[in-house]
């Protein structure tokens, strides 16, 4: 039988007195991020590590991971860019949990490509300003974008992107990504004319599929 890491990991944590609302505070994520990891069916060591560092709960061996051989999901990503580094996607996500969760659902659905990580708005931003002057055929072609961000979230980053036309010929999709429910916020986002999709958290191998393939 196939371990089901997200239940083993909630009841490992339980065990330990370990709550919900002391992980979302180590973690820095809200209780829908947390409950996001408890239905992975499979979660990144690299996850499982940062967890284990900040309960000092031994994750990896008690859930049967510890392999150094097994470095976890690699995605080729980095969220240091480089000067002259070019992604075709973009994601722009502040937590490092769902981006993790991203990333490895990425890796899945669509293996060839490169994607950079952003962890505000403001960064995404300041990287297409650059591109869009210097290396206008280095602009991605997707960017997946967080709602709830620090310094500059995801209205504020639509409000920029459009004031400083950075895509003039209309060849960037850009896809909002939240875990909110509220029927006025998706109907806000759904019809914005930058938006071509609105994706609900966490999101599976189908529908990144269905854009890239």
Request: glycine share 4%; aromatic share 8%; net charge neutral.
């Amino acid at each position: 039988m196939v371990l089901h890491h997200g239940k083993a990991l909630q009841q490992m944590l339980s065990e330990k007195g370990v709550t919900v609302e002391q992980l979302m505070t180590l973690l820095k994520c809200n209780r829908a991020a947390v409950q996001r990891l408890y239905r992975q069916s499979a979660i990144d060591q690299s996850i499982l590590r940062t967890i284990e560092s900040l309960t000092g709960i031994q994750l990896l061996k008690l859930m049967g991971t510890d392999n150094p051989a097994d470095t976890g999901t690699q995605t080729g990503t980095d969220e240091r860019m480089s000067e002259g580094e070019f992604a075709e996607v973009f994601l722009v996500e502040d937590s490092e949990l769902d981006a993790h969760i991203f990333k490895l659902t990425f890796e899945k659905a669509a293996k060839a490509r490169k994607l950079l990580v952003f962890l505000n708005g403001k960064s995404a931003i300041d990287k297409l300003l650059e591109l869009f002057i210097n290396s206008p055929e280095h602009l991605p072609s997707h960017i997946f974008l967080d709602l709830k961000m620090p310094v500059m979230d995801g209205a504020q980053f639509l409000e920029n992107f459009y004031r400083l036309n950075l895509d003039p010929d209309h060849k960037i999709k850009i896809h909002v990504l939240t875990s909110s429910v509220f029927y006025s916020e998706r109907q806000t986002f759904t019809r914005h004319p930058l938006v071509t999709s609105f994706i609900s958290k966490p999101v599976n191998t189908a529908i990144i599929s269905s854009i890239f393939n």
